[in-house]
Structures are given as structure tokens and as C-alpha cells.
């Protein structure tokens, strides 16, 4: 597997021991200059949107902001319509210092930049945008209380990661090309096609990935996107369900990566989701005809239940729902 989170680290830690030392003069310390350049680029921004930019937590933001107020170089003011809001701002003192932070940054990126050509700086400034993007969606996902969870077969881990908005193409591709993969052959060519637009469609998929009761999951093989999971709670569910229940709405795994134990793994990772969100039945449907796939969720402990009507089209397709019960 490819190491880039090493390199990145060096560079990180280098750079910023470096601005420590340099912005001594300042009173600025632990990374404090980074704070002031978020408060020159958005003025009047308040803490929580500051440290959702820098990464870091609320007592984090809340401490190197009071450190800058007592060196006089942010000042903060309530809201004009709510005094619980408060706003920063830059005092005289704290833009006097900013362009000197802004030369050092110059002067760094330039410096790290030694030995590249023009094309390949841009090409390592989109390439790292999207390492960036990646981190950020984890950096959310485990800060709104979600947990990663790893899983590692024969000595590779095999990563499920929450999927961004980012990747909605990535999402979109996958999505009709699995759908298609398991039901063209049994539906008409043009209910298929109506189904795939009216159910993957960017603007429907963008507001399942921005329902805070879904969560969509990539999970990854050798580096490429092998297959996808969607969950519901609560009200983002399909049929009428128990507060307790977490339903399992999409559950995919590309051909040229079956039988390597992906689904399993998904399965697996959605139950983990169930028990994070204190649900304790966990249920699906099942096309009635799909008899590897019900076999498959009945190997898992899934027991039939009950069924539903799937409607594709014209043609109106009984799904057989099966429901796991967890033991808390």
C-alpha cells in the first residue's frame, strides 16, 4: 500500500517547529498563527466555524483564541441579534502581524515546491485537495460520534469509508452499474433506464447524502472502490419501522470483486452502526427471486419477517424483508 501520510507528517511538524521558533517575537505559538489568518480571510467568524476549518476540537479553538485576546491581537464582539454569538476580528495589533505570517507561508510553499515544475505543483495541489477532502469527511464522521471500524483480510486492511459529496460521481457510476449488474436481465430495458435515472439521479443522491439519517459507506480493494452500503435510522427509513431499527437500504459489491468476502464486511460494518446508535434490529429487502442473496442474509442471521411491494416500472416485485435482532 502507498505511504503518504508519513511524508505528510515531516512536513507538517517541520514546518510548523519552524513557525514556532520564527513567530516567537509575536507571542505566537502551538500553531496561534494559523488562527489569525482564518480570523484576516473570514472576518467576524466565530469559533465553532474556526475550528471546523483548522481541524481541531472546541477546547482547542477556545484556548488559542483566549491567548490571542490576552497578546491584544483578536478581539471578540457579540452578535447584534444573539450575545451568545461571538464574533472575531483582527485588532490593529493582530493585522500589523499578518503580513508577516503571510510572507513566512509564502516563502515555505515556494520552498517545498523546490525541484517541481509548474504542471507537477498544480498536479500536487489537486492531488492533495482530494487527500485533504478525504480526511475532512473522516474528521466530521468520528467528531459527530461515529466510529471507524478497520477490517483486514490476509494481511491487507480493507477500509469502509463514509462517503462525501465529493464523490457523488464516484457514487452515481457505482450505483447504476451494480443495480445493473444484479437486475438488467430481469426488467425491461426502459423501466430500467427510468428507475435508474429517477433513483441515482444528482440531485435525489445529493439529498440522501445531506439527510443526517442516512449514511452512505465506500468499501475499498486494492486502492479502487469495490462496492458501497446505504443505511437508514429513524425517520430517513423506507417502510415504517421501530425506533430501535436500522435499516439496510443498498447493499452492493462489484463483480469483478465478488466472493472476496466484501459483503461480509459490509454487513458486519452496518451491524457496528447499529450498535453505535443503540438500534437493535437491523433489517433489509430482498428481491424474492434473488436466491443468492437470500441465502446469503439467512447464513448471516437474518430471518424473514415480511414482505413489501417493489415497484420497477410497470412491473410490481415482491421483496421478502429480513431482520437481524441484536443481543445488547
Same mark, same amino acid.
Given at each position: 500500500?502507498?505511504?503518504?501520510?508519513?511524508?505528510i507528517?515531516?512536513?507538517?511538524?517541520?514546518?510548523?517547529?519552524? /513557525? =514556532?521558533?520564527? !513567530?516567537?517575537?509575536?507571542?505566537?505559538? +502551538?500553531?496561534? *498563527?494559523?488562527y489569525?489568518?482564518?480570523?484576516?480571510?473570514?472576518?467576524?467568524?466565530?469559533?465553532?466555524?474556526?475550528?471546523?476549518?483548522?481541524?481541531?476540537?472546541?477546547?482547542?479553538?477556545?484556548?488559542?483564541?483566549?491567548?490571542?485576546?490576552?497578546?491584544?491581537?483578536?478581539?471578540?464582539?457579540?452578535?447584534?441579534t444573539?450575545?451568545k454569538?461571538k464574533?472575531?476580528?483582527?485588532?490593529?495589533?493582530?493585522?500589523?502581524?499578518?503580513?508577516?505570517?503571510?510572507?513566512?507561508?509564502?516563502?515555505?510553499?515556494?520552498?517545498?515546491?523546490?525541484?517541481?515544475?509548474?504542471?507537477?505543483?498544480?498536479?500536487?495541489?489537486?492531488?492533495?485537495?482530494?487527500?485533504?477532502?478525504?480526511?475532512? /469527511? =473522516?474528521?466530521? !464522521?468520528?467528531?459527530?460520534?461515529?466510529? +471507524?471500524?478497520? *477490517?483486514?483480510?490476509?494481511?491487507?486492511?480493507?477500509?469502509?469509508?463514509?462517503?462525501?459529496?465529493?464523490?457523488?460521481?464516484?457514487?452515481?457510476?457505482?450505483?447504476?452499474?451494480?443495480?445493473?449488474?444484479?437486475?438488467?436481465?430481469?426488467?425491461a430495458?426502459?423501466?430500467?433506464?427510468?428507475?435508474?435515472?429517477?433513483?441515482?439521479?444528482?440531485?435525489?443522491?445529493?439529498?440522501?447524502?445531506?439527510?443526517?439519517?442516512?449514511?452512505?459507506?465506500?468499501?475499498?480493494?486494492?486502492?479502487?472502490?469495490?462496492?458501497?452500503?446505504?443505511?437508514?435510522?429513524?425517520?430517513?427509513?423506507?417502510?415504517?419501522?421501530?425506533?430501535?431499527?436500522?435499516?439496510?437500504?443498498?447493499?452492493?459489491?462489484?463483480?469483478?470483486?465478488?466472493?472476496?468476502?466484501?459483503?461480509?464486511?459490509?454487513?458486519?460494518?452496518?451491524?457496528?452502526?447499529?450498535?453505535?446508535?443503540?438500534?437493535?434490529?437491523?433489517?433489509?429487502?430482498?428481491?424474492?427471486?434473488?436466491t443468492?442473496?437470500?441465502?446469503?442474509?439467512?447464513?448471516?442471521?437474518?430471518?424473514?419477517?415480511?414482505?413489501?411491494?417493489?415497484?420497477?416500472?410497470?412491473d410490481?416485485?415482491?421483496?421478502?424483508?429480513?431482520?437481524?435482532?441484536?443481543?445488547?
Open positions: 500500500m502507498t505511504e503518504i501520510l508519513r511524508p507528517g515531516v512536513i507538517a511538524r517541520a514546518l510548523e517547529s519552524i /513557525a =514556532n521558533i520564527e !513567530f516567537q517575537q509575536y507571542d505566537l505559538t +502551538r500553531g496561534q *498563527y494559523l489569525l489568518v482564518r480570523i484576516t480571510e473570514q472576518p467576524g467568524i466565530i469559533q465553532e466555524r474556526l475550528g471546523e476549518l483548522l481541524k481541531v476540537d472546541r477546547a482547542t479553538v477556545t484556548r488559542a483564541v483566549q491567548q490571542l485576546i490576552k497578546h491584544g491581537l483578536v478581539e471578540r464582539y457579540p452578535d447584534k444573539n450575545r454569538i464574533h472575531l476580528y483582527l485588532t490593529e495589533a493582530g493585522r500589523a502581524v499578518y503580513p508577516a505570517i503571510k510572507a513566512e507561508n509564502d516563502y515555505s510553499n515556494q520552498m517545498a515546491l523546490t525541484g517541481l515544475t509548474t504542471d507537477e505543483a498544480h498536479n500536487l495541489e489537486a492531488l492533495l485537495s482530494k487527500v485533504s477532502a478525504n480526511v475532512a /469527511a =473522516n474528521w466530521d !464522521f468520528v467528531k459527530k460520534g461515529h466510529v +471507524r471500524h478497520y *477490517y483486514n483480510k490476509g494481511g491487507i486492511t480493507m477500509p469502509i469509508q463514509a462517503v462525501t459529496l465529493n464523490q457523488l460521481p464516484d457514487l452515481q457510476s457505482i450505483s447504476r452499474e451494480t443495480f445493473t449488474a444484479t437486475f438488467g436481465a430481469e426488467n430495458a426502459e423501466d430500467l433506464a427510468n428507475y435508474l435515472e429517477e433513483a441515482y439521479n444528482t440531485d435525489r443522491l445529493t439529498s440522501e447524502l445531506e439527510n443526517p439519517d442516512s449514511f452512505f459507506y465506500f468499501i475499498y480493494q486494492d486502492g479502487e472502490v469495490a462496492g458501497y452500503l446505504k443505511l437508514n435510522i429513524d425517520g430517513a427509513q423506507t417502510e415504517k419501522a421501530a425506533p430501535d431499527s436500522l435499516e439496510i437500504e443498498r447493499i452492493y459489491i462489484r463483480q469483478s470483486f465478488k466472493r472476496l468476502g466484501l459483503g461480509t464486511q459490509l454487513i458486519n460494518h452496518a451491524l457496528a452502526v447499529a450498535q453505535q446508535f443503540h438500534k437493535t434490529n437491523v433489517w433489509l429487502g430482498v428481491w424474492e427471486h434473488n443468492a442473496a437470500l441465502n446469503f442474509y439467512k447464513n448471516l442471521g437474518f430471518s424473514q419477517v415480511g414482505d413489501h411491494i417493489f415497484q420497477l416500472g410497470s410490481a416485485q415482491r421483496d421478502l424483508i429480513m431482520q437481524k435482532t441484536l443481543t445488547v
